[in-house]
């Protein structure tokens, strides 16, 4: 059986919900699947059942399905660095930073790790949906395009374009990507996945037609768009969630950091119809907020800086501000973050906001773990990825709700505590439900529009 590769004719084309739509509809008729990413970058991300960290996208969708989660199904990860530097992470383990140019000189001795990764799947799968990166066809770097190019061209894989017609200029993206793309690999096109439409299909009918006929692609589908807000693979992704407010009771504040890390940590709380989520960018936005949040950063002293110099502080050290801090925004109320082995950061010692007692130290080795905690009384199935080390994974002071641990808003008890001591109307919800049943409807809305037949069919030829 054949592998899949999903390109997108732009970025931001929906790739990865139709990675794991396809990916759980596949599962769902008997075939052995999984995701796959050779190359991702993004910093929200999780850690695997293998100990590894991956991008959230192939996590979530091997979780949607029941598998485990494992380094291999995102070999290679980028985060965050400094100036124009990338933080690495090679088979779910951080191996420090890499400039740019290095990154791009050196990509052939990331080639193996790729390969090795996908033969792994291989080995345990019938098909494997390998996710791809931006465009596929950015001339200038094709020779070092692992997520798309290399996998495709190393292991034969059937190729889906996926366009977005919301941006505009769909036929001109789909034609230019696949008269771009090397022969062979364009010879392995199955057809175009229109995406994101809204208002009357009909009206496309002569889109179709013009795409069939005179591109020669197979239209496999015309999606209309529906919110999907779970998954989330980077910040831009997730500040164009969809939220329903007319029985919303307490307004959480989630501050926009320039690092923002792990903000899956709030799809909990997008779903909450009784929470009205709002990213927040200046502190004049934090007197309509019963609860503000620090997020998780990816570089947690210049993020601690920009909350300073943009007036935050007061605000955040104020003992009145219901604050909850996770992870890099923890590692922020401390008197004093030490960095000794300038892990992320030049300035070897920083001061906090305070409003806990003593250091947060960055060590060499990442912390990366999963498992059950109780948290403010709440057990909680988290995970951790921090440098940064404390006397106390969690602390809880007058209005302060401080852990290092991610995940936390997805315990429907945690959420009781926190919010119904707030308001006590407050009565909550199952997140486990809503999660199952969103997952269920997002699916069959891409199999009511998407040929999977045709799909499957093409995968064993």
């Not at 054949?2 to 004719?9: A, E, K, V």
């Not at 695997?48 to 029941?66: L, N, S, T």
């Not at 110099?309 to 909850?324: A, D, I, R």
Request: glycine share 8%; charged share 25%.
């Amino acid at each position: 059986m054949n592998s899949l590769s999903i390109f997108g004719t732009s970025s931001d084309a929906g790739k990865s919900t139709l990675s794991f739509a396809i990916t759980y509809l596949l599962h769902h008729r008997g075939i052995r699947v999984a995701p796959f990413k050779a190359q991702n970058v993004s910093n929200n991300s999780k850690v695997c059942d293998d100990g590894g960290e991956i991008a959230i996208p192939q996590h979530f969708a091997a979780e949607a399905i029941r598998i485990k989660t494992s380094h291999f199904m995102n070999p290679v990860l980028l985060k965050s660095g400094s100036k124009n530097s990338a933080h690495m992470i090679i088979n779910g383990e951080s191996v420090g930073e890499k400039d740019v140019w290095s990154y791009y000189r050196d990509i052939d001795t990331l080639k193996p790790h790729a390969k090795r990764a996908f033969k792994k799947l291989l080995k345990e799968y019938d098909c494997i949906v390998a996710e791809g990166a931006g465009s596929p066809v950015e001339l200038n770097l094709m020779s070092k395009d692992l997520s798309n190019i290399y996998i495709a061209d190393e292991f034969n894989t059937k190729i889906i374009l996926v366009a977005d017609i919301e941006r505009g200029g769909v036929f001109a993206s789909i034609y230019g990507v696949y008269n771009l793309l090397p022969k062979k690999l364009k010879n392995s096109v199955i057809g175009v996945i229109v995406n994101k439409f809204r208002g009357d299909l009909s009206l496309f009918d002569e889109g179709v037609q013009i795409i069939e006929e005179r591109f020669g692609i197979k239209v496999l589908g015309v999606v209309p768009f529906k919110p999907f807000n779970l998954g989330f693979e980077d910040s831009a992704s997730i500040m164009n969630y969809v939220q329903e407010l007319s029985k919303s009771i307490i307004k959480v504040g989630v501050i926009k950091l320039p690092h923002i890390s792990n903000f899956t940590d709030f799809e909990p709380l997008v779903a909450d119809s009784e929470i009205e989520l709002s990213f927040i960018s200046s502190p004049s936005e934090i007197a309509s907020c019963q609860v503000v949040v620090i997020p998780g950063s990816k570089r947690v002293v210049e993020d601690l800086l920009w909350l300073r110099e943009h007036g935050f502080e007061e605000k955040l050290s104020s003992k009145e501000q219901t604050v909850v801090a996770i992870c890099g925004g923890y590692e922020m109320m401390f008197e004093r973050i030490l960095d000794p082995w300038h892990v992320e950061s030049e300035a070897e010692e920083t001061k906090g906001f305070g409003r806990i007692k003593g250091d947060v130290v960055f060590e060499k080795k990442k912390r990366v773990k999963k498992g059950t905690y109780n948290l403010f009384g709440a057990i909680v199935d988290g995970y951790e990825i921090h440098n940064g080390v404390a006397k106390k994974r969690t602390k809880k002071k007058k209005n302060l709700y401080g852990t290092f641990v991610h995940g936390l808003f997805d315990s429907d008890a945690l959420r009781y505590t926190l919010f119904n001591a707030i308001d006590k109307r407050y009565s909550g919800y199952n997140f486990g439900e809503y999660k199952a049943k969103s997952i269920e409807e997002f699916t069959r809305h891409i199999e009511e529009h998407v040929d999977i037949n045709f799909i499957q069919r093409a995968l064993h030829e």
